[in-house]
């Protein structure tokens, strides 16, 4: 045991020094992961066409492809959330009725802080929320340009990188790189895909609900929640706490309010709890522990970004863990017997 010890300081320092320069290197090393993020799930169209078409050729199809799509999505996110803040703008009144109605009942029960909270529950806080959000939604088409320029030139550099791991000494490593590689942007595929899946049933089942409860800007929801799943666990209780605060707005019943909360609760539960799983199997190599662990992780170092990209993160880790024997037993610990099975 004492032998031990001085030999995990080494790890735990390491450790500490690469969660603090992700953190302070937020805004050089985030739009490189979401880079890489990107090129994992492209390189396999890249990479069909360039063998019928010239590479540059080849890379304006997927790169049009990729705006199209970032664009496509940005507008019907602002739209919806704009659509969805312009309404709650229109109910602020309702909004602070409601708190005033709360605060007088709390202070009927001794607790007099409520006062406090329902005078800070005003317009002008609405207001400032809402261009927290535009503003948010701002930096993320910045962000997304610097990736697109990113993913431009890394695609260009696939081909060139796996010639030159190729090239290295020791050949052993090289092919352990390349499957790492391989084996990760796979996994990487295969989450995207289910998450998306998973993420239109999410918002086909809000907006189906939401339209027959009578919910105004059931379309809008809709969207809400599909978008917002994509960020797991955070995401999807997000999705259901804004409509059940709208319902509550709109109904000026607590019973609506539940029954929304409780309705939207039950479909996150039954997708997210039951039908995910069964549908994602062990192929992706990680427990659900450490997919809770890896949201907040890398919320707290980039923010949202983090949130959505922490889990392929750990996948790629532990995709490359199961490559050497010197980190193979972390894989196995932390993965699911799907991860620690793909070793070679």
């Known amino acids: 045991m004492t032998e031990r010890a001085p030999a995990a300081v080494p790890t735990i320092l390491t450790a500490i020094a690469t969660t603090t ?23 396999p169209l890249q990479n069909r066409l360039q063998t019928h078409l010239p590479r540059v050729f080849a890379l304006a199809i997927v790169a049009a492809l990729l705006l199209g799509i970032f664009l496509v999505f940005m507008s019907v996110v602002t739209l919806s959330f704009g659509r969805i803040g312009r309404s709650l703008m229109a109910d602020v009144g309702q ?30 806080l609405l207001l400032r929320a809402l261009q927290g959000i535009s503003a948010r939604l701002n930096t993320m088409v910045a ?16 081909s060139d990188l796996g010639n030159r791991i190729r090239r290295l000494a020791d050949s052993r490593n090289a092919a352990h790189i390349i499957k790492g590689f391989a084996l990760s942007s796979s996994r990487i595929r295969r989450y995207l895909l289910i998450r998306t899946i998973m993420s239109a049933a999410t918002g086909l089942a809000v907006w189906a609900f939401a339209t027959a409860f009578g919910l105004r800007l059931a379309a809008e929801w809709g969207i809400v929640a599909f978008t917002l799943n994509y960020i797991p666990f955070i995401g999807p209780w997000i999705a259901t706490l804004l409509p059940t605060c709208y319902a509550l707005a709109q109904f000026q019943s607590p019973q609506s309010a539940l029954v929304v909360f409780a309705c939207l609760s039950a479909v996150q539960f039954v997708i997210g709890s039951y039908i995910e799983p069964r549908v994602a199997g062990n192929t992706l190599g990680i ?20 949130a959505f990209i922490g889990v392929p993160i750990t996948i790629a880790v532990l995709a490359f863990c199961t490559q050497f024997a010197s980190t193979r037993w972390i894989a196995e610990l932390l993965g699911t017997e799907g991860m620690a099975d793909s070793r070679t």
Do not use: C, K, M
């Open 21 to 43: 320069a992700l953190y302070f290197a937020d805004a050089v090393l985030a739009p490189v992961a979401g880079a890489l993020f990107i090129i994992a799930v492209l390189w």
């Open 95 to 124: 909004f602070q009725l409601l708190y005033t109605r709360l605060a007088e009942w709390l202070e009927g029960h001794g607790i007099l802080l409520a006062g406090v909270w329902a005078d800070n529950v005003n317009s002008r």
């Open 143 to 158: 962000f997304g340009l610097v990736v697109l320029v990113y993913v431009i030139l890394g695609l260009l550099e696939v």
């Open 287 to 306: 427990s659900p522990w450490l997919v809770l662990f890896s949201v907040f992780l890398w919320t707290f170092l980039w923010g949202i970004f983090g």
